[in-house]
């Protein structure tokens, strides 16, 4: 008797078996139904961001309908969440950036429209945000939602956006903003232009291969946190596995990164999210020591920036044996950063009677008014065992509740030899129903039309509404074959 397939639970179980070759057609019909009916259903709610995860993993065995129309959808609640001034949900936005990663190869041009249409909404909030002025923590926030966008682009290659329309214009806008007063706002706009001009400036970034390498760790990290956030060392682990194997995080760190971001800053910062998300401390300040951008400004604002983010996460002494690492700069904004940051740890460290003056060259050019804003480590909102989106569209997707219903009745029937189905004569020996004949005489009809046994359960039209028949009701004396009628409609419906 061959294994009989159970109902997939959660999002891992769902995929992997679409995944799985040996599949039946029928199966892999249902759960396409299935995947079809759940974004439907995600199409038509307003709980996206609560389902936007769930969604997202689906995302990966859609067919190319089914994507483009669950990417859309995510752009417009984005869109939506941006325009009303609401805050952005950190799981939407990273379901975003992992629909987009994990298409690489079957990107299409309907696509970068969607993407395209979601940056110059962006870009036009930006523009009203510096009109009104004193809002920082709105452009702040809507500048790093473009950087997570823009780095998910820049990872799969998309480089087909207006030129003149939308990347000048909005390269402009951010190159302004990265001379802003606040810090936070200053450091985002300049790593978020940077990455733009990866977009159209290949070199910028460096060669596909990289592109390649840090779409696959984003990948890997994402569905790695979600299933576990709590022991990083088993995230790096899943992160290893998908590429093809370092043995260690330092041959990673120098095989993958070390040897491919060159002076670029961008990507060297890329490469310190990685190890700081991973937890990888002595890797860290090995790369830092080493990376040919070590003095730049903007890689240096962006490391102090990148550590800021963790700096409640993580003990303070660890933190000040990664500062220690990071070289001296007396670039003013640099200075800025390292007052806020380092000065902030020694304040939680220190005895109140052995503080001392602060020796740093104290800025008078920028504030820190801001609390960081990032949406690496979201693991905590993201997970493989949800079930909501699964749960609520399998009501509603009548190919897999027959394909699974079908199963399960099989899988109860066919236990101990069918012996379930098997008719016991007076004499105690057990015949199978197939070998069985019933003798029925209908003595009442309406004009109903006749229904074979295996279509018993099949919609059908009454009182001009489609009905699914449930339950059937059988009448008859002791011994005229109720229930082998019973086992003969079973039998006919499951073979």
Known sequence: MPCISSRPITLRNFISRLRDQAIETAEKEALQAWGTTAVDACLNTSSIPQLAWEAARLSE??????????????????????????????????????????????????????????????KVRLEQADRLGGLAGRKYELVCVLGVVIDAMVDIGVSTISHEQLYKPLIALLDGFSHDRDLHVAQAA??????????????????ASLRGLLRAIDLTMTVSGAVSSVD??????????????????????????????????????????????????????????QAECR?????????????????????????????????ESRHDRVQAWKMHTVCA???????PEQKLASTLKRSK???WSLKSCG?????????????????????????????????????????????????????????????????????DSDQGDE??????FDSREQGGRKIWPKKIFIEGQAGVGKTTLCKKVVHDFLY
């Open 365 to 367: 050019t920028y504030v």
């Open 345 to 351: 740890i020694k304040e939680q460290t220190t005895p």
């Open 232 to 289: 990083p060392s088993k995230i790096w682990e899943a992160v290893k596995s998908g590429i093809d194997g370092a043995s260690r995080l330092r041959d990673f760190t120098w095989d993958m990164f070390q040897k491919r971001t060159g002076k670029s800053w961008y990507t060297a910062l890329r490469a310190t999210s990685v190890l700081i998300r991973t937890r990888s401390w002595d890797e860290l300040s090995n790369f830092i020591q």
């Open 295 to 327: 003095a730049d400004k903007d890689f240096l604002c962006g490391l102090y920036a990148q550590l800021d983010l963790i700096s409640q996460l993580v003990p303070p002494d660890q933190l000040q044996r990664i500062y220690k690492s990071i070289p």
């Open 451 to 456: 229904v074979p046994l295996e279509s018993l």
């Open 375 to 443: 949406w690496e480590d979201v693991g905590q909102d993201l997970s493989d065992d949800g079930s909501a989106l699964l749960d609520d569209s399998y009501r509603k997707c009548m190919p897999a509740r027959e394909y699974y219903t079908k199963n399960a009745l099989l899988e109860f029937y066919t236990q101990d030899d069918d012996k379930r189905l098997q008719i016991q004569r007076l004499s105690g020996d057990r015949l199978p129903v197939d070998h069985c004949y019933i003798n029925l005489n209908v003595v």
């Open 190 to 207: 300049a790593y978020t232009g940077q990455a733009l001009r990866g977009i159209q400036d290949d070199d910028t970034v460096g060669k």
């Open 61 to 122: 065995v859609l067919v190319p309908n089914g994507w483009i129309k669950l990417l859309r959808n995510l752009v417009n609640a984005i869109i939506v969440g941006s325009t009303e001034g609401t805050s952005l949900s950190p799981a939407l936005l990273r379901s975003l950036a992992f629909m987009i990663r994990q298409r690489e190869g079957q990107w299409s041009s309907e696509s970068t429209e969607i993407l395209g249409a979601l940056v110059s909404s962006l």
